[in-house]
């Protein structure tokens, strides 16, 4: 029971993590190779903020959003919207090139050495009967569903979340009654890297980092959305836990090094068993290529 509680608080922030990479490819359909890259941003970007103001790390969350945001807007506008007209594979190669150069200036700015946030709570717990509940994993925990419930209802409750929904399922319709998918494109992916750096400010109190973490994290993240299901926030949700609760239980009742390989092994087995993943819907072929 302990390794599984660990694995559910793990696998909320996982969630977070993982939804800015779905919410891009739900609207827009591109796997963003850069996110590992942002996500590893905001956490040094917390790191800086908290060295230099003594700040909480989960108090710099609105700030390093808004940061994450302004760059995904940039990177959207000066590659993503170019190498859209290259097709699929022009993005997913201009994407993972701009993800080098990203690691490239965090080395330049913070180095190669691992960087950790401390906290007065990285060793403090609660404990309910047996069971001990991490104190920095509750609050990142409860910091990233409260974020995804603000998605949630961004997307359900809100003119531009109607947008999104209408521009992911029907591109041609949206435009027909007045919706700029162009600028839902960007909002979108704008939006998804904000999260992705908000997961980068909880993830810098859970674990140190290097900048070459990021591959770890693009990995997590794709094998998340795969086991989903491509696009869906619910299949992201439910597939991040169950990889937390996957990666606890093989580190407790294996080996450490075996748990980080999981993410790959449950690429593998959810492309060979079930590809559409757990929530999303098989296409037909005939009607794809007609």
Known sequence: MQAVLFGLLVGGVYALASSGLTLIFGVMRIVNLTHGALLIAGAFLTYTICAATGLDPFATIPVVGAVLFGLGWLIHRLVVQRAEHGGEGTVILSTLALAMILE???ILIWGHEPHAVATSYARSSFRIGDLVFPAAQ???SLCALVLLAALHTLLNRTWLGRAVRAATANPQGAELVGIRVERINVAAFALGAALTGAAGSILAVLSPFTPDSGDQWIGLGLAIVVLGGMGSL???????????????????????AWATAMPFAVIVLTLLLR????????????????
């Open 104 to 106: 490239g200036v965090i």
């Open 138 to 140: 509750v609050y990142g």
């Open 234 to 256: 619910g299949g992201a949700l439910v597939g991040a836990l169950a990889l937390g609760v996957i990666e606890t239980l093989t580190a407790t009742y294996g080996s450490p």
């Open 275 to 290: 590809p559409q993943g757990i929530f999303g819907v098989r296409v037909r072929e005939d009607v794809v290529s007609a």
